[in-house]
């Protein structure tokens, strides 16, 4: 049979379901000082796997099923490629004031900075949360000062398993994950050109679907 590693989080959930079930995720997020959101990923993991069990309008309760391993495994065969989206991107030089809009419009947590589809660089609305509280002019200021440049962006590609790339947006608290193709120039420089996006929304989309065909 095969053996899940589980992040920290996801044991101290066991831990807590074990001890206080039926448990609401408001009533674990609760405990554990996040936000429900940020503990979507972890539970839709637990309970897909069989390890835990979501009853509606009770809560969360321990499970011991035995074939959560071959549920594991089918998890595990799911690509990024098959959950991936469109990303939204913006060159540096967009002032921080339009990439705000373009944010919004867009209704997305994270835009991705380019380079003639080159990735560069990653914006969230924590770094715009960051410089409004300031007194800089984000109608003057390129979008590209506040950003976190690359080699600093967490990514994935699109073979990797879509449990890695969940594993990755919980461990670094991010939103989303840029997905990168690589390729190499004249000199042997790689070159990371982004074809889609992973975020926490693809993730749940993916558990519920999994959900509801089962």
Do not use: C, W
Not at 41 to 56: N, V
Not at 58 to 78: E, F, Q, T
Not at 121 to 140: E, N, P, Q, T, Y
Request: proline share 4%.
């Amino acid at each position: 049979m095969d053996i899940i590693k589980l992040s920290s989080r996801q044991e101290k959930i066991i831990e807590l379901v074990k001890e206080h079930a039926p448990i609401t995720s408001e009533q674990l997020a609760n405990k554990l000082n996040v936000t429900r959101a940020a503990l979507r990923p972890d539970l839709a993991i637990l309970t897909m796997t069989g390890i835990l069990e979501a009853k509606p309008k009770v809560g969360y309760i321990y499970s011991k099923k035995p074939s959560y391993s071959l549920i594991y495994d089918y998890i595990m065969n799911i690509k990024v490629k098959d959950i991936m989206s469109k990303p939204v991107m913006l060159d540096e030089n967009t002032t921080v004031y339009d990439a705000i809009v373009y944010l919004f419009l867009n209704d997305v947590g994270t835009l991705f900075i380019e380079n003639k589809g080159v990735l560069t660089g990653a914006v969230s609305r924590k770094d715009f949360l960051k410089i409004a509280i300031g007194s800089s002019d984000m109608h003057k200021i390129p979008v590209g000062i506040i950003m976190t440049r690359m080699p600093n962006i967490v990514f994935v590609e699109k073979e990797d398993a879509a449990y890695l790339a969940a594993q990755k947006i919980m461990e670094h608290e991010v939103d989303s994950l840029p997905v990168v193709e690589r390729s190499y120039d004249e000199s042997n420089n790689e070159i990371l050109k982004i074809i889609g996006k992973v975020s926490k929304t693809n993730i749940t989309r993916l558990f519920v679907k999994i959900g509801e065909n089962k």
